[in-house]
Nanobody, 123 residues
Framework: QVQLVESGGGLVQAGGSLRLSCAASGRTFSSYGMGWFRQAPGKEREFVAVIRRSGGHTYTSESVKDRFTISRDNAKNTVYLQLNNLKPEDTAVYYC????????????????WGQGTQVTVSS
């Protein structure tokens, strides 16, 4: 069983930054790609970014690629999402998840999910 625990969310003013972390249990972290999704109230879960198992390749949604950066530290079993220049429309619960394929952009391609961390951006 894999457990994913997100942290780092909070309330921030527009233009501010946050760094989200997702700590994974188990010994297989470095064998899988990891991704971030977000879900705003009343909206579907949205893909944000994915990083391949070695960390050498990433893919970020066009809507946030100039402001958000995904990274990972396999020695710490942790994946990160740096959020810069935050906007009110970034308000959502942010989830990390484990990718089951070479690169995953759809929620159905992930098998384990964290409980989410709330990010609220005030204007």
């Amino acid at each position: 069983q894999v457990q994913l625990v997100e942290s780092g969310g909070g309330l921030v003013q527009a233009g501010g930054s946050l760094r989200l972390s997702c700590a994974a249990s188990g010994r297989t972290f470095s064998s899988y790609g990891m991704g971030w999704f977000r879900q705003a109230p009343g909206k579907e879960r949205e893909f944000v970014a994915v990083i391949r198992r070695s960390g050498g390749h990433t893919y970020t949604s066009e809507s946030v690629k100039d402001r958000f950066t995904i990274s990972r530290d396999n020695a710490k079993n942790t994946v990160y999402l740096q959020l810069n220049n935050l906007k009110p429309e970034d308000t959502a619960v942010y989830y990390c998840a484990r990718c089951t394929r070479y690169a995953c952009t759809r929620a159905s391609e992930y098998d384990y999910w964290g409980q989410g961390t709330q990010v609220t951006v005030s204007s």
